[in-house]
Nanobody, 121 residues
Framework: QVQLVESGGGLVQAGGSLRLSCAAS????????MGWYRQTPGKQRELVAA???????NYADSVKGRFTISRDNAKNTVYLQMNSLKLEDTAVYYC???????????????WGQGTQVTVSS
């Protein structure tokens, strides 16, 4: 069974930084594209960033230049480095396998608990 455990969320002031981690198990991690999604109460989940098995990345326009997705296949872990955080970045962040073409990804599998990121003024 695939398990994805997000961590690293917390409370941070606007302009600050946070790094999220996603530990994967139950799959051959290295061959899968991975993505970070986020959801704010009352809003639809959106794909924030994705990374392919080869390391190519894709970002939502709202986070370009501020967020960086990366992966460490040896550790079966994907990261999301978030810099210059804004109030609107407040959300629960989820890590999931993704499939599809660049810029047109869809989530694969079940949603986990996610990790809460709260940006304060």
């Amino acid at each position: 069974q695939v398990q994805l455990v997000e961590s690293g969320g917390g409370l941070v002031q606007a302009g600050g930084s946070l790094r999220l981690s996603c530990a994967a198990s139950g799959m051959i991690f290295s061959i899968n594209a991975m993505g970070w999604y986020r959801q704010t109460p009352g809003k639809q989940r959106e794909l924030v960033a994705a990374i392919t098995s080869g390391g190519s990345t894709n970002y939502a326009d709202s986070v370009k230049g501020r967020f960086t997705i990366s992966r460490d296949n040896a550790k079966n872990t994907v990261y999301l480095q978030m810099n210059s955080l804004k109030l609107e970045d407040t959300a629960v962040y989820y890590c999931l396998r993704v499939s599809g073409a660049s810029g047109r990804y869809y989530p694969v599998g079940s949603w986990g608990q996610g990790t809460q990121v709260t940006v304060s003024s």
